[in-house]
């Protein structure tokens, strides 16, 4: 496995701790060593996380247990616990004691309103998802509190119902610098037979007005398209790009290509989603397609047909065969099909992604402390979860790594490949065994999103065993 140069630019010696974590097989992946805390336990199916002015994080909790799912955002899930849960910690970086404050509770959400992913603050107000509309509550950083019903207010309605229940979830970002508040939305069948979902719209915050009754879904632009599980999304410092991870297909299957080849096909991808050439629209003429569901990314094909010709690693192909209008010829063109510009492993899932924009970063760090702030030769990089999945023969993901960015192009360094050239595997499970294809037992630490302090520590969520760990760079050798 390849590591990038940057990460080896700090003076102390580095390699990975495992402390507490040995008991998941979890440890070094790469050559930097990091102190990995459990910071904070029994946070039931920890999701998505977002801090506020004053440090506070706030977590939101789903039931993976229960019959109707609390990520479906179905009404009657059996959601028992607070939604929201802010964590405060009251002790020191060696000693952590976080006290853990309901946020929004079951009696704060309006009728049949679940929380499924979303989650953001904007302002002074804190915004959550579910599967068909968006909803906010006046919120003071460090308020430390429940909101309560009375005071929801709904921002969208309208939004595309999950038909056949296999699985999306649904990212709120917004960009102060353009007034831009992006909401994804994912697919419904494994393999849609169409394009009219799948994709990110933006809304307005501070520069209109929510209309009565919210914000109608179908009213607002499209950003991006083709995006078929768009979970992780991240603001770039500097450029101020949106970039996304996608999901790709299960159960991969063409005849030409080799036959049965989702091991390792399509892979999941690392996406641009700025600085194209078509203007956003809501009418029929789509801006930045990224295939989904016409066309897939080769991530490792080895028995292709011979009437193939040549293929590499990002090479784009075509879904429906019986199609005119959506063709191998239609996929690789890059006017109609943007491909993407890093990739991963096919079924690690990729879930959340953060830039370090080096705040609170350290030039060197201290060589007799386990906690040190991200280093500063870090800024600019993007980091990601692969919270792994379960079409494969063999398990995959579940760490934590990321994708060495260039700091003159502020794009991927490294040319598009098959995984995982294009990434680092920095920390996570050594031994895939733990984690089976249905994910029985706690063994398997499935990391799901991730974001930085402002002290340059990083914080995972875990939603197997429901915790939050913070990881810091080990300076002691």
Known sequence: MRVATFLAQASCLLSFATGALAARQLGNLGNVKFTADLWAANITGARNLVFDAVGDLLVIQTDPNSSTNALDGVAGSGLLFPAVVGLVDFGTIDSPRVKTYPIVQNTSLPQGFIPNHGIEIIDNYL????????WRWPYRAGQRRSVSASSAQLFTSNMPWKVQGLGHTRTLLYRAQDDKFFVADGLDLNIDYTDNRSDIRYFPVRSAPIPAGGWDWYSRPIWALGLRNAVGLAIQPVTNWLWETDQGIDD?????????????????????LDNWSKPETVNAQKPYHFGFPYCWTEGNITNASSTVGPHKAGDQWAQYLNRSDYTDAYCK?????????????????PLGIQFFNGTGCVNTPNCNSKRNPFTCNYTGQLFFTAHGADNRDRSVGHFFGTFPFSSKTKLPSRPLAAPPANY??????????????????????????????R?????????????????????TA
């Open 127 to 134: 915004y959550l998802s579910n599967e068909t509309s968006i």
């Open 333 to 349: 063109d890059p006017k109609k099909n943007i491909k993407p510009l890093a990739l991963v492993q096919a079924h690690a899932a």
């Open 252 to 272: 991969l299957y063409r005849e030409d290509l080799g036959g049965d080849i989702h091991n390792d096909n399509p892979p999941d991808e690392l996406n641009l």
């Open 424 to 453: 680092d595997e920095l920390y996570g499970e050594t031994d895939q065994t733990l984690c089976t294809v249905s994910f029985s037992g706690q063994n398997c630490w499935r990391p799901t999103m991730i974001k930085f302090d």
């Open 455 to 475: 002290f340059g520590r990083l914080f995972i969520t875990e939603n197997n065993r429901g915790e939050v760990w913070r990881l810091s760079i080990d300076g």
